[in-house]
């Protein structure tokens, strides 16, 4: 059945420009909200779906321009011999190279056949369809597919309303199934004033191929029906027409009571037996209403783990779910960008470091921008740090940024996490310590890619950093925190191992309450308590939780004070959140 070789937006809701080349398979949008990823899939189903009339409005142009027309062309491959018949479509018919992603307003050897169909829409709101040949409209012609042939091509659509797709209507994935049709208008006329069941047995006899075709599928994928399922009178409906047919189970309940997620897998599941007759799917957020483990189902439902050279559906959809991202291939993914009033589908199949990372993080994936840190210390102290000050200022938190935290899990991997990020096109800054370095030359070439790097001072770690900056009264709020979550004991015996000699809390009090140390004395004590902090045995803040709270409780409501007595400090953590707000 066709597939989709290129699609071309114009002017359409917050798309002013995008072309678009999607493969056979599985293509799965991803990007921020409001990219656009929806408004294309509408795009599809507008060309190509089989409509009669659209109603549009002044909101649909861009930025509300009616003086500048919508365009929206899908240009179909892989046709059938119907579509490429000379006599109807001869003018219209036109070549694609795809190796070189080249169209030609000609079909000749070596070259796909393809038709051009495109949508328009101007000033008076009237939508137009027509497909698309230099030399027709050279020569005065113009025309649309035919109707039965839009009905054939046109999409499948799974959305929260899936009731149409669970009757006999015209158009529908069960008329897809099969050419059965149910000549019912005796017995409608009749069931629907008295018996359901007497058409439905009748109904079991003409519809048998795709009931056997939807039994196996709710058995496939698990979805409850209580036994067989049967084509009976929807109780609901008043028309007395083929729309009337929907499924039911065992019990004669309607399965468009099913819930969303049963639904949608459902359909999905249909819908591939449906591929020879109708190959193309759009679905947005495909994962609304599926737990994981159904998540997964439907995508293998869909084909998403067959590796061929010709996949059994052409799959258009979009998610913001990590794990649809770690189920899914880099060939299968997009991602959805625009600059200077043009968007992109960034195509992931040739990054070849990218894949390790989507498995391990999908979810920085689905942000705007990523800060990649060190360790789980660096990512708790940040999301503190943000939970204080969003909630005591009028500043957006960085996630309401799509800022994403990810845990490199040490500076030896931070930078095999940043590089494919960031050739991926995401905006990308890395944190981590100073106590050991990594690779200047690959850090430098993250950094020539555009990436932002902010470390603690030369030398220094992130516990160096707070124990060194902090003033005397926070320095004993940590103590007492770390003895909190750890106990005297363990702490007193971590300054042991590190001092080689007896140290209590008490001799801490005496220098930072009571002020009774040297200068001298009190930086050195501050040194200690580092060390003693990062005791391999048991480090004390070595999670997010316990770094997190430091954040929060101790460092943000300080920072005033900090930016006087450590400014340095102060400014690391001031640079990072204005490049949070793009403003750096």
């Known amino acids: 059945m066709a ?58 142009f861009y930025n509300l321009d ?17 579509l490429k018949n ?48 230099d030399r027709a409209q050279a020569r005065g012609l113009s025309r649309n597919l035919n109707w039965a ?8 659509r799974i959305g929260n309303i899936s009731d149409y797709n669970l009757s006999w209507k015209k158009g529908s994935i069960l008329n897809k199934l099969s050419d059965e049709t149910a000549d019912a208008s005796l017995e409608l006329a009749t069931a629907a004033r008295n018996v359901r069941t007497e058409f439905g047995e009748s109904a079991q006899k003409q519809l048998g191929k795709a009931l056997d075709a939807v039994k196996s599928t709710t058995d496939e994928l698990g979805i409850p029906t209580g036994g067989d399922v049967k084509a009976m009178l929807d109780a609901h409906s008043i028309s007395f027409s083929s729309g009337v047919i929907s499924l039911h189970d065992a019990n004669g309940v309607p399965l468009k009571n099913l819930g969303v997620g049963s639904t949608r897998l459902l359909i999905a599941g249909l819908q591939r037996k449906a591929a020879e007759s109708s190959s193309v799917l759009l679905v947005d957020e495909f994962e609304y209403g599926l737990e994981p483990h159904r998540i997964i189902k439907f995508l293998d439902s869909l084909g998403a783990k067959e590796h061929k050279v010709q996949p059994p559906l052409q799959v258009f959809m979009t998610t913001h779910s990590p794990t ?100 991926a096109g995401y905006r990308v800054a890395v944190l981590r310590d100073d106590d050991k370095s ?35 009264n926070e320095i004993i709020q940590i103590l007492d925190y770390a003895m909190e979550i750890h106990g005297e004991e363990l702490i007193e015996d971590h300054f042991k191992t590190v001092l080689r000699k007896q140290f209590s809390i008490n001799d801490f009090d005496e220098l930072f309450i009571r002020n009774k140390g040297t200068d001298e004395e009190r930086l050195n004590a501050r040194k200690w308590i580092s ?16 770094m997190e709270y430091i954040g929060r409780e101790i460092i943000a409501p300080n920072l005033v004070k900090i930016a006087r007595s450590a400014p340095r400090f102060y400014q690391k953590i001031s640079k990072f ?8």
């Open 149 to 156: 042939d839009r009905v054939r091509l046109s999409p499948t």
């Open 324 to 423: 649809a991202l770690r189920e899914l291939s880099k060939e299968q993914l997009y991602i959805l960008r625009h600059d200077d009033d043009k968007h992109h589908c960034i195509y992931f199949g040739e990054k070849d470091d990218v894949q390790g990372t989507i498995r391990r993080f999908p979810e920085a994936f689905l942000g705007s921008a990523i800060l990649v840190c060190e360790g789980a210390s660096e990512v708790g102290f940040i999301r503190g740090l943000d939970q204080y000050r969003s909630k005591t200022t009028n500043s957006p938190s960085i996630h309401a940024l799509g800022v994403c935290l990810v845990d490199a899990g040490g500076v030896d991997n931070i930078y095999k996490r940043a590089l494919p990020l960031i050739n």
């Open 86 to 133: 000379i006599d109807t479509y001869g003018d219209y018919l036109r070549g694609f190279d795809s190796k070189n992603k080249n169209i030609e307003d000609e079909p000749r050897r070596g070259l796909e056949t393809i038709l051009s169909v495109n949508l328009s829409v101007g000033a008076d709101l009237d939508p137009v369809w027509s497909l698309l040949s």
């Open 438 to 472: 990594p690779c200047e030359e690959v850090e430098r070439s993250f950094i020539d890619r555009g990436g932002r790097v902010f470390s603690w001072q030369k030398g220094h770690s992130i516990e160096d950093a707070i124990f060194l900056s902090v003033p005397d």
């Open 3 to 60: 597939r989709i070789r290129k699609i071309e937006i114009q002017n359409f809701r917050g798309i002013k420009s995008l072309e678009w080349y999607p493969s056979n398979g599985i293509n799965c949008l991803i990007g921020h909200g409001d990219s656009g990823k929806s408004t294309l899939l509408d795009a599809i189903d507008m060309c190509i779906g089989a409509r009669r009339n659209i109603n549009f409005y002044d909101t649909d």
């Open 577 to 584: 959140f204005s490049w949070a707000e793009n403003n750096a």
């Open 531 to 546: 060390a003693a902090s990062k005791t391999k045995s048991t480090p004390w803040f070595k999670n997010v939780s316990a």
């Open 66 to 82: 009616v003086e500048n027309p919508i365009s929206i062309t899908v240009t179909l491959g892989s046709l059938s011999d119907d």
